[in-house]
């Protein structure tokens, strides 16, 4: 029997991926459910391509182009947050892959957790912003939660069948486009050169995040939560090459790695076929064209994003929510250019030592820390030269 597949932001970086991989297996997979934020557009393509049972297009003025394009086919059409949370819940759905961009995947991923749907993570933000709610959701539920994200994938594969004790996990970073820039001359790079990360293609929010380490900084608050691993010994190591897409050490001292040439889509099929692996027609590591794997510690002074990530998950409560809101504030803010990219993580000290503190919070408790760190971060975009 075919998985039946919803794809929350099916038109982004991973959910474009996804549908790569199911399209190359039909005979084991089948959209369900594809949705989109803005792009119209682009929705509607993949829609007439895959012929789910619904879309979602989450902007409410785009209700009826997507409506209208879609008359001839038996497709159901929504529009709204709302409908986004509904969907998820569908008895014919199997697999929920999230993928939307920051916060606005938490409140459709507890809602297909609720449902008890297999969720393919890859949306880290949900889990940097109410981590702890949301694993208790998916423990309560019988929810299963497997990471898409390359280094969490990793980490997963390597823990596949092991029982013994995890000494430590090592998250692999490329380093970003800035790695070599010397820190003096941080305040001067442009969003274009922010843009260009060195190893993957993916959207502009995650990879002005990756510039910043602030991404990485989110994938060890999320590694925390996925695989139960306190912050010290969760470890970033800088490895240009994106090789080894993270480690894991167990007791004994062995490590073992996932590599392979950088592919956002093995991680979502593994996913998908998860426990079984199905062949892919992708380039395969050559172990002589890559002749040589280097790692160096990540500069905390430099990339201070991966600093605040680690003080906000070790004080707990509901600051990584509060980091989480005003990154998402501060990214913007430098995609306009209305802060220069040092100012990002400025922005986000300053956030936090405002936002009031919640040691044990609850859902309501994230909505509005996430909206006030919100309104307090662009507050304090106006007093910042």
């Not at 994200?149 to 980490?155: K, M």
């Not at 970003?176 to 003096?184: E, I, R």
């Amino acid at each position: 029997m075919r998985k039946r597949i919803a794809i929350l932001g099916s038109t982004g970086s991973i959910g474009t991926q996804a549908l790569k991989v199911i399209a190359a297996h039909p005979d084991k997979f089948e959209i369900e459910i594809l949705t989109a934020n803005n792009n119209a557009r682009l929705l509607i393509e993949q829609a007439i391509v895959m012929q789910p049972n619904a879309v979602v297009i989450a902007n409410d003025k785009s209700y009826h182009e997507v409506a209208d394009a879609l008359a001839q086919h038996p497709i159901k059409v929504y529009a709204g947050d709302k409908a986004l949370e509904q969907v998820v819940q569908f008895e014919t759905v199997d697999i929920v892959l999230s993928a939307l961009v920051g916060y606005s995947g938490l409140l459709p991923t507890i809602k297909a957790i609720e449902a008890g749907k297999v969720i393919a993570m890859a949306n880290k933000e949900t889990l940097v912003a109410a981590g702890e709610l949301v694993m208790q959701l998916a423990a309560q539920h019988c929810s299963p939660i497997i990471p898409v994200d390359s280094e969490h994938s990793a980490i997963f594969q390597c823990l596949v069948g092991e029982l013994s004790a995890v000494e430590k996990i090592y998250l692999t970073a490329s380093g970003g486009p800035f790695l070599d820039t010397p820190t003096s001359e941080l305040s001067k790079v442009t969003k274009n050169q922010a843009l260009k990360h060195p190893c993957w293609a993916m959207g502009s929010k995650i990879t002005i995040d990756s510039a910043s380490m602030m991404n990485k900084g989110f994938e060890v608050i999320e590694a925390h939560w996925l695989f139960n691993i306190p912050a010290d010994k969760i470890e970033v190591i800088i490895h240009p090459q994106s090789i080894i897409h993270s480690m894991v050490q167990f007791e004994d001292g062995s490590i073992k790695a996932q590599m392979g040439l950088p592919d956002m889509r093995l991680p979502i099929q593994y996913a998908f076929t998860f426990p079984k692996r199905d062949k892919m027609d992708t380039p395969r590591l050559n172990f002589a064209k890559h002749p040589q794997l280097t790692f160096r510690e990540p500069d905390m002074k430099k990339f201070r994003n991966l600093a605040i990530a680690y003080q906000a998950l070790r004080q707990g409560g509901n600051v990584a929510c509060a980091v989480n809101a005003a990154n998402e504030v501060a990214v913007a803010a430098f995609l306009q250019n209305r802060i220069i990219f040092t100012q990002m993580s400025d922005l986000i000290e300053k956030t936090i030592e405002h936002t009031a503190f919640i040691a044990k919070p609850t859902l309501d408790d994230y909505i509005q820390t996430n909206a006030e760190a919100c309104r307090l971060a662009r507050e304090l975009i106006s007093t910042m030269k």
